[in-house]
């Protein structure tokens, strides 16, 4: 299945990830707030949307994250009224009112590359050249926390929702610290740009919940513990930076985050495979002037999931 990729920079306004692939009761579906590029004052006159996406929650996005272009939103499925993989896109403007619809009527886009299908319609319709953001870069993986804070507690049950057993309870795992990141600006001209990957220890709330509500597991030494995530919510700001001498255009800021890819895996007890598993989180940041640092960064990370275990690979 081909890649979702975001249209254009903006601030995802809502999504819609738990339908299983194949179900045609309800899509999949992922929406973006666009600006206005002639009014920066309107932040969200367009927005765009994609359907039918993979699922069950593997959406890549939630609400409020901010999204650029050719950032991976999820995989095209044919949830939904479908009966084909395939992806819906479509482009509102507020400022054309339809009724029942808050953002607006549909707009076909101009071609703006030239490339279109070919396909005996009007010509309008496009072949996106998109490109996925992969990174200029390796990514700086983090191991220096100067603390690291954690919550976990069973989640709600919905009504008419049962639980038969406690392994398939879902939990509420909040995380939270401060990373230690020492990122040194390069210029007085240009922006130093990092991608930092911060990944939380896992195990000791993992392991509290599991004596806390005496959740059976493999054998001793068989087994590593992981988390299944169904929603997440992260956020990342600056914790503290510095400024060695007189400022010269210096500027510091996170631009934005979103999570590693997920691990995949096959659980000891149960033989079911899982394919998103939490590795952590990417954060864009960037320093100006050659004497400013980002020292620390201040993260929460809000995940929704289940507790699985993963065979030992002893190498």
Request: net charge negative; with cysteine; aromatic share 8%.
């Amino acid at each position: 299945m081909a890649a979702v990729l975001a249209a254009r920079d903006g601030i995802v306004s809502f999504v819609e990830a738990g339908i299983p692939s194949g179900d045609s009761s309800a899509a999949n579906l992922v929406e973006i707030s666009h600006a206005d590029p002639a009014n920066s004052a309107d932040p969200t006159r367009f927005t765009s949307r994609y359907l039918h996406m993979e699922g069950p929650f593997k959406i890549l996005v939630s609400a409020i994250m901010p999204v650029f272009t050719g950032n991976r939103l999820g995989l095209m499925d044919d949830t939904g009224n479908s009966v084909l993989d395939h992806l819906h896109f479509c482009l509102h403007d507020r400022q054309i009112p339809f009724p029942g619809v808050d953002i607006g009527g549909s707009v076909r886009p101009t071609p703006l590359s030239g490339v279109t299908l070919e396909d005996g319609d009007d010509g309008t319709c496009v072949r996106s050249t998109n490109v996925e953001i992969v990174g200029e870069k390796p990514v700086k993986e983090i191991s220096s926390y100067s603390v690291q804070n954690w919550l976990i507690t069973p989640s709600a049950l919905a009504v008419n929702e049962q639980v038969t057993q406690i392994r398939e309870q879902r939990f509420l795992l909040i995380l939270s610290g401060v990373a230690i990141v020492d990122v040194k600006g390069n210029s007085e001209a240009t922006w130093l740009h990092e991608t930092v990957s911060l990944r939380p220890s896992l195990s000791d709330p993992l392991n509290y919940a599991v004596n806390r509500w005496q959740i059976p597991t493999p054998p001793p030494n068989s087994y590593v513990i992981e988390f299944e995530a169904e929603e997440w919510a992260p956020f990342v700001s600056l914790s503290s930076v510095f400024n060695q001498g007189q400022s010269i255009n210096s500027g510091f800021a996170v631009d934005t985050w979103r999570l590693n890819p997920f691990g995949s895996g096959t659980d000891v007890l149960t033989n079911q495979s899982f394919n998103n598993l939490f590795s952590g989180i990417q954060v864009d940041i960037a320093v100006r002037d050659t004497d400013a640092w980002i020292f620390r960064l201040g993260y929460n990370i809000a995940l929704l999931g289940k507790i699985i275990y993963l065979p030992l690979i002893i190498t």
